[in-house]
């Protein structure tokens, strides 16, 4: 079904993407209007389980200690899959194998979380409940489970150092994936970090459909200190963010508040952007590299600075379709380009759900007056 999808749609007319103008404020020089591309929308959730194929499930742990949480990205039945890394201190687990050339080239599941390098156990509970399932690379005797693993560094946010994830976490997110709209917010592998856990999607003119999830946590700065909204406004589409212009009294250029605008950089000593990009495109493993490359590098188009020495930048890409060589290049740029303006809006929609939660204050209790015409987002459920 999937590979009859693929050729109608290589028979299908294209439209070109086109950039809209960008609009500019007059006061602080905003850049307020999205470049849609003709013909993209948000996918029916805007987030990535609009991608066939995709299940996401989170396990949170909020109190006792715990501030904290595991997300596992679902593709049971194996998606091809590949990745990029650039930032200076990652935490990762089974990503050598995802370069293009080995033997495996399909992930069962890819596991997002808190807990620093401790987090990484969490994968060992996800193996353990495909495998009851069946479900992994096939070998004399059984079967072993694919799941790559990045994590970030949230240890001791909730006030117990040793509070992080373990195998039960992965285990119990992986229990609860399901295809339905992901909650974001503070909720899984966002629970922890500086800016909670956002999703979005688009499908382009072609069929397809992009998807990002993002846990960040990155030590630059995801609002530009001279406009008090986010650096990847400018990425919206059919007008997602609901954003205003914060009004002089909430928002001070750069340096007239002595860094109190959330623009400043962190202060906390490691950090971390973790992130999957995913399409139901029919792209090889060579082909998702280059979508995970192109997607980290957009990363910079929504945090500065981006991929520093405390940062471990890690995104993960997916294809839930069989390959297909036939694709033709301007369906691969298409989706390569969408890639990184879904993974920046997706950090846009992880900051304005991301409410304030001990001496980290969420944006829009920040900026009140840039979200006062905000729609309501799926949210984060009660923590555990």
């Known amino acids: ?124 509970g996800v193996m353990r409940w495909l495998e009851e399932r069946g479900y992994g690379f096939p070998v004399p005797g059984g079967v072993v489970p694919i799941v790559p693993a990045a994590i970030l560094f949230d240890l001791g946010r909730g006030g117990d150092f040793k509070a992080r994830p373990d195998a039960e976490f992965g285990y119990r997110a992986a229990a609860a994936a399901t295809s339905d709209p992901v909650p974001i917010g503070r909720v899984g592998a966002g629970t922890g970090a500086r800016h909670g856990l956002g999703s979005a999607s688009v499908v382009l003119p072609n069929g397809y459909t992009v998807g990002a999830i993002v846990a960040l946590n990155p030590s630059g700065s995801v609002v530009n200190p001279q406009t008090c909204l986010p650096y990847g406004v400018f990425l919206e589409l059919d007008g997602e963010f609901g954003l205003v212009q914060p009004p002089p009294e909430e928002c001070h250029p750069a340096g007239s508040d002595g860094g109190k605008n959330s623009g400043e950089l962190d202060d906390q000593p490691f950090n971390t952007t973790i992130a999957v990009v995913a399409t139901d495109a ?103």
């Open 282 to 384: 029919p792209l090889d493993q060579t082909q998702a590299k280059r979508l995970a490359m192109v997607a980290n590098s957009g990363l910079a188009r929504a945090v500065k600075p981006v991929h520093g020495l405390r940062d471990g930048d890690l995104i993960f890409a997916v294809a839930t379709t069989p390959p297909d060589p036939t694709l033709s290049l301007r369906d691969l740029e298409a989706i390569y380009n969408a890639g990184a303006d879904v993974l920046g809006r997706a950090v846009v929609h992880a900051l304005l759900n991301a409410g304030s939660i001990g001496e980290s204050k969420g944006y829009c209790d920040r900026y009140p007056s840039a979200c006062r015409n905000r729609k309501t987002t799926p949210r984060s459920p009660a923590g555990r």
């Open 1 to 124: 079904m999937a590979m009859d999808r693929a050729m109608a749609l290589r028979s299908a007319r294209r439209t070109p993407a086109r950039l809209a103008a960008p609009v500019f404020g007059a006061a602080l020089a905003v850049l307020m209007a999205a470049p849609a591309a003709s013909g993209q929308r948000p996918g029916p959730s805007n987030t990535i389980t609009d991608v066939p194929g995709i299940k996401v499930g989170h396990e949170t742990r909020i109190g006792g200690g715990y501030r904290t949480g595991t997300t596992v990205i679902l593709t049971e039945r194996g998606a091809t899959a590949s990745f990029s890394q650039l930032g200076g201190a990652p935490g990762t687990k089974e990503v050598a194998l995802l370069e293009p050339g080995g033997l495996v080239t399909q992930v069962n599941a890819i596991v997002l979380s808190g807990g620093s390098a401790y987090g990484l156990d969490a994968a060992t």
